[in-house]
């Protein structure tokens, strides 16, 4: 391989190949006419963000703002009656605690303004030197004399709710890295920092903002917003309305199903102004014997900008791309939650795949590191990951995977305890070679009632891969060869177990008798346990018709990326054209939690026994975002971040694909038209393309 060079541009034509270069991206211009999104844009954030960016940061115990949004959410997904159980253990912020600065150097202050969420006592050098109360104002203590000290401690007790503390006064600032905290009786640690809002309260009490929309009446008291929302329904009328409302016209005209899937209480907020308690998951909305026609939704949405875009000669493949980003947007909130109608709360299996439609679309890291901080904090000793086993294999594997796409070593350092605690009990689990024994605690892989063995122990060995690259991110060679050699000896023990060597397939399970299914045949090629270049057999019986199909569009998208990599781009196009392409036929604005062509009528909306309990709008059906750039332009992360990338296209018969990378070092642009291929490069990054390294700023173009 050749050494990077230094390259400004390559070639602004080669023979007939233009391409535009000047400001928005291609994928973006020629997405346009797919947008669903009514606050989509590309170049700011929509609702503008109530964050200040350059003002000093509030500091809180290590992962307790976010275990404690994780218990309110839990606690509003039982106000608003959605039918979900939700299991797993969940960390119980502390209330009591302490945080400290202690400095190398003496410090000199004549006076200590703080604001702090609870009450406590202050110590300075060990001393007791005051009582402060819990209000919201500032709090302000002044020194006769020029106080001089080396050690600030806040002993702090909060109700309900994390205590938290804001130092503006640069001396003893709470940007300082020198702070820490701990809780109770253990050792002190790092502290979080979060920034201050606009609204100037606590970090932990922001909520995402609204957008008023309105709606059409398409018949007798019957409204469509246009899309799927999040929201509350706000009605102008004298008496308190009846609503009902629905994903579907069929479930908003079902006045009278019993299992309603959440709670439709209005409550009123001004006279004449009434308003849903709960937010409300719906694109249609039932209002019965309405007296006026002001019909409106205060949407919810995080602060997003669509950074990245697709876009190519199918037009049905672009539109499928962009559902798939609203789909995310939708269940980007706190966390990146699994679905808005029905949950409402992270899922790591989800996340597995929504992280990666995140990287692609959004580039928002903070909601990724929420999810993996709040799953994780309790840990597996008692309970699996929301208390399914494949899931605490998928939270070691996306942490794995969000430093790849995203970067955020100081996350991994605070995380890798944990990590290890779990890697160890997922270990103790193991039978005598090395095989991940799934008793008393539930496989679950996808809604499919196949046997489930072999694909679990893939995911044990993508999991033991995972902690292999983060242990050497953290230098800690040992551990990184421990989880290599325990990997590895597991291939040879599964191979010996489940491998079909007449076919070149894997077994459902460790019984040659078994059936040969799609989940471990596919997880093997994504996760690279089976090589594509030594899965020929694989690639034949996920394109044949013998194995039943998936269950839910959450796996599905591994299995589209499995196909694109062992080579038949073309199928898997139609594939997504059949899969997600035939929900959109269906009406769709968001992607489903499961698909199936053959399902008519209201049979398409039932799940778990239930009329309507599908989830029409679910995160881990987003997949599209992801895979259609990664695969068909093949831009892949090779560093973390994306400092050093991949791009090797196979865009099979499409005339023109584009697409549009966020990172941090900013946008990877890839156009490929006309047999030609230009990228741009962004400065402090690397792609490999071929045998060249192409080093940042640059524009790179070639014939294909």
């Known amino acids: 391989m050749k050494k990077p060079s230094v390259i400004i541009v390559i070639f602004w034509f080669i023979g007939n190949c233009m391409f ?7 994928a973006h211009k020629n997405s346009k006419f797919a947008i669903i999104d009514p606050t989509y844009n590309s170049s700011k954030q929509v609702p503008a963000s109530s964050i200040k960016e350059s003002k000093t940061p509030w500091i809180y115990g290590a992962a307790e703002l976010e275990s404690w949004r994780l218990q309110l959410l839990r606690k509003r997904k039982d106000e608003a009656r959605l039918n979900v159980g939700y299991p797993g253990e969940f960390h119980k912020v502390f209330t009591k605690g302490a945080f400290r600065l202690q400095s190398p150097d003496l410090i ?24 402060f109360s819990n209000r919201d104002e500032v709090h302000t203590f002044h020194f006769n004399d020029k106080q001089s000290l080396k050690e600030i401690r806040f002993d702090m007790e909060a109700d309900g709710e994390p205590f938290a503390l804001l130092i503006e006064d640069k001396e003893l600032a709470t940007s300082s890295s020198l702070w820490e905290w701990k809780a109770n009786d253990q050792n002190w640690q790092a502290v979080s920092y979060f920034a201050q809002n606009i609204y100037d ?4 009490l922001l909520e995402d903002p609204t957008v008023e929309l309105s709606a059409l009446e398409i018949d007798e008291n019957l409204f469509d917003f246009g899309c799927e929302l999040l929201g509350h329904v706000k009605l102008k009328c004298e008496q308190c309305p009846v ?12 006045l009278h199903c019993q299992q309603k899937e959440q709670s439709l209480e209005m409550i009123q907020v001004s006279e004449g102004l009434w308003r849903s308690k709960n937010p409300l998951a719906f694109r249609y909305l039932f209002v019965r014997d309405l007296a006026e026609d002001a019909i409106l939704c205060d949407a919810i949405f995080s602060p997003a900008t669509y950074k990245g875009a697709f876009s190519c000669s199918d037009s049905t493949l672009t ?10 947007r939708l269940c980007m909130h706190d966390f990146l939650l699994d679905g808005i109608k029905r949950d409402r709360l992270p899922w790591t299996g989800d996340l597995a795949i929504s992280m990666y439609a995140n990287a692609y679309s959004f580039s928002d890291p903070e909601l990724v590191r929420r999810s993996l901080v709040a799953l ?4 597996i000793h008692n309970q699996d990951i929301n208390g399914i086993i494949d899931y605490s294999l998928w939270w070691i594997i996306a942490q794995d995977q969000y430093q790849l796409y995203y970067g955020d070593a100081e996350h991994l350092r605070r995380e890798w305890n944990r990590i290890i605690e779990a890697l160890q009990v997922l270990k103790s689990r193991c039978d005598e070679n090395g095989f991940l024994i799934p008793k008393g605690t539930w496989l679950f ?16 060995w993508w999991a033991q891969k995972s902690a292999a690259q983060l242990a050497h991110r953290m230098g800690e060679h040992e551990t990184k060869d421990l989880w290599n050699k325990q990997a590895d000896n597991l291939q040879i023990e599964l191979k010996k177990a489940a491998w079909n060597e007449e076919r070149q397939v894997w077994y459902s399970k460790n019984d040659f008798e078994s059936e040969i299914t799609r989940h471990p045949n596919f997880l093997s090629v994504v996760s690279g346990f089976t090589p594509a270049g030594a899965a020929q057999g694989i690639k034949e019986v996920l394109e044949g018709k013998e194995l039943k199909p998936v269950g839910t569009p959450y796996m599905a998208g591994f299995e589209m990326m499995a196909l694109a990599q062992l080579g038949n781009t073309d199928y898997m196009l139609k594939h997504v054209k059949e899969y997600w392409g035939g929900m959109l036929k269906q009406g769709a604005t968001t992607f489903w939690e499961a698909y199936d062509a053959n399902d008519t009528g209201g049979k398409q909306y039932a799940f778990y026994n239930r009329p309507y309990a599908k989830s029409l709008c679910h995160a881990w059906s987003a997949g599209p975002a992801a895979f259609l750039p990664g695969e068909l332009l093949g831009i892949k992360p090779l560093a973390d971040g994306w400092q050093h990338f991949k791009v090797k296209p196979r865009v099979a018969s499409l005339e023109n694909v584009h697409a549009c990378v966020p990172t941090r070092f900013g946008n990877i642009e890839v156009d490929v038209e006309d047999g030609c291929i230009r990228v741009k490069v962004p400065k402090g990054t690397v792609m490999e393309w071929k045998e060249q390294l192409i080093m940042g700023p640059a524009v790179f173009k070639e014939k294909l």
């Open 20 to 26: 535009q270069v000047s400001g928005q991206s291609a």
């Open 108 to 131: 000199t202050i004549s006076k200590l303004r703080f604001k702090a969420v609870g009450r406590g006592k202050i110590y300075i050098d060990n001393k007791f030197f005051t009582t």
């Open 201 to 204: 309260i606590p970090p932990h």
């Open 243 to 254: 609503i009902n409302v629905g994903e579907s016209v069929t479930e908003a005209l079902d």
């Open 319 to 328: 539109k499928v791309w962009m559902n798939s980003a609203y789909t995310l």
């Open 376 to 379: 994780g904090r309790a840990g």
């Open 445 to 460: 892989i996808d809604w499919v009632d196949d046997d489930k063995w072999t694909a679990l122990q893939i995911l044990w």
